[in-house]
């Protein structure tokens, strides 16, 4: 492959995970691998300069960018990241895992990621509405609902979604609600899409314990996060007869063998903004949450949790990825020569962008559906994904990860084989 001028090298960074995974799964591809190179490269990469006039008057500049890293499948989809470590070479990742989410639960997109180089905490609402409005209109050369939908990540929400959509409209001169997705529910969101992530979790948990013979009735369950993933996926396995015996957020980590109440932790929560000093669980050192005996894990917080140390001391059987990428290539291989079963965030977080779907296609039709039809159809598309992904794993004697890009990759590599090189 010819490198990449554009980007640092260096084993560690997110861009080179993300090509030694795909380095993984090659040798499975047959005859495909003749096209693997397409997704060693991104389609498109755009930097954008965004001049700011701060609340005091003075004027700073932001870098902005936005990655279409493979389109052969439909429009890009992927979120927008406001943070102070935003770089090339992250968004490129980013939008390359989106690539392989998209095509593992089969929705008709391709993979993108975009995101502004700032501390969003830092801005007044003011400076972050004219900093969204304007990043918008610079990468409004390449999104539009035919295009690329932005969404949603880190640092941003449905109010940005809606500076975002009113940007792209008003530089059209119509509203179009279907050029980002996790807007407000009055501005064309969808009904769902804050549970979903969580939702999706526990399905793709549900279906790869029956299969693996594990009880989801009175297992003892970790959650790390209980922020939007983490909360939903414990509430709906404690409504399945599990217990939430360990919590971990930033500020504690909460212990209680019997279960913690996760209602009244939420409302603890709600007044005290984090976990920290609630009566109803032992707060315990924060490394022991990785010893504690626990059927289930749910790590929904980070990227890089799991080590390989704290691989070889969980007792788990089952690693349900709601986090992007919090496992480590080493410890994912010692999870799996000890037994354990990880379902891998490709697939494990993918109910969030499923429902963002469900809202680019009301919003295309002006045509809105109720939140129970909105969770059936979830439930229907990632059962069969997960179960085809299963059914992967157990045909090529492989990890879950691995079948979950085997099937991506088959996927993306037949749409681009088939739509031939332009000009020929
Ligand atoms: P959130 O901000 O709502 O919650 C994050 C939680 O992680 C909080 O409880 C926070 O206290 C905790 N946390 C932060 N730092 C921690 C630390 N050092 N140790 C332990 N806990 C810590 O975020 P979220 O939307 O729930 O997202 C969680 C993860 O899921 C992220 O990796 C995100 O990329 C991924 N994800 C989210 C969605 C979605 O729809 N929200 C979709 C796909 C993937």
């Not at 089969?106 to 993108?112: E, M, R, V």
């Not at 890089?304 to 994912?332: F, M």
């Not at 965030?345 to 039809?373: H, K, L, P, R």
């Not at 179960?387 to 079948?403: G, M, N, P, Q």
Request: glycine letters at 10%; one cysteine or more; a negative charge.
């Amino acid at each position: 492959m010819d490198k990449l001028s554009y980007v640092s090298e260096g084993s560690t960074t997110a861009w080179s995970t993300y090509l030694q995974q795909i380095d993984r799964v090659a040798p499975y591809l047959g005859d495909l691998t003749r096209w693997i190179d397409t997704l060693r490269h991104p389609k498109r990469a755009l930097i954008v300069d965004i001049p700011l006039q701060m609340d005091d008057g003075s004027i700073r500049h932001f870098e902005g960018f936005r990655v279409q890293h493979n389109l052969s499948r439909g429009p890009g989809k992927g979120g927008v990241r406001y943070h102070p470590n935003v770089d090339l070479n992250e968004v490129m990742a980013l939008s390359a895992w989106m690539t392989i989410k998209c095509a593992a639960v089969n929705l008709p997109y391709g993979g993108a990621k975009g995101g502004i180089r700032v501390d969003p905490f830092k801005l007044s609402e003011g400076e972050l509405e004219r900093l969204t409005r304007r990043y918008t209109s610079e990468i409004g050369l390449i999104i539009g609902p035919q295009k690329d939908i932005p969404a949603p990540d880190v640092g941003t929400n449905a109010k940005v979604m809606a500076w975002m959509m009113d940007t792209y409209s008003m530089n059209h001169g119509t509203t179009i609600t279907g050029v980002v997705t996790g807007k407000p529910i009055h501005l064309g969101g969808s009904l769902g899409r804050e549970k979903a992530t969580g939702r999706g979790v526990y399905i793709t948990g549900r279906e790869v314990a029956r299969r693996s013979g594990i009880e989801i009735e009175g297992a003892k369950i970790a959650v790390q996060g209980f922020g939007n993933v983490g909360s939903e996926a414990a509430r709906l396995f404690v409504a399945a007869g599990a217990r939430v015996v360990v919590i971990q957020d930033h500020s504690a980590t909460l212990f209680n063998a019997n279960g913690i109440d996760l209602t009244a932790l939420s409302e603890w929560q709600a007044s005290n903004k984090n976990i920290a000093g609630f009566p109803g669980a032992e707060e315990i050192a924060s490394e022991a949450f990785w010893s504690t005996q626990m059927d289930i894990l749910i790590p929904a917080a980070l990227e890089g949790q799991i080590t390989r140390e704290r691989a070889e001391i969980l007792s788990c059987k089952l690693v349900l990825e709601g986090a992007n990428g919090p496992t480590y290539p080493d410890a994912d291989d010692m999870l799996t020569s000890r037994g354990v079963t990880v379902v891998p965030d490709v697939i494990c977080n993918a109910g969030g962008v499923t429902v963002s779907y469900f809202e680019w296609v009301q919003d295309m039709a002006s045509f809105f559906w109720s939140e129970s039809e909105i969770n059936d159809r979830m439930d229907k598309i990632m059962t069969e994904a997960m179960i085809h992904v299963w059914d992967k794993a157990s045909e090529k004697s492989c990890s879950l990860r691995t079948a979950a890009y085997i099937v991506a990759c088959e996927r993306i590599l037949m749409a681009r084989k088939d739509r031939g090189i332009y000009p020929g």
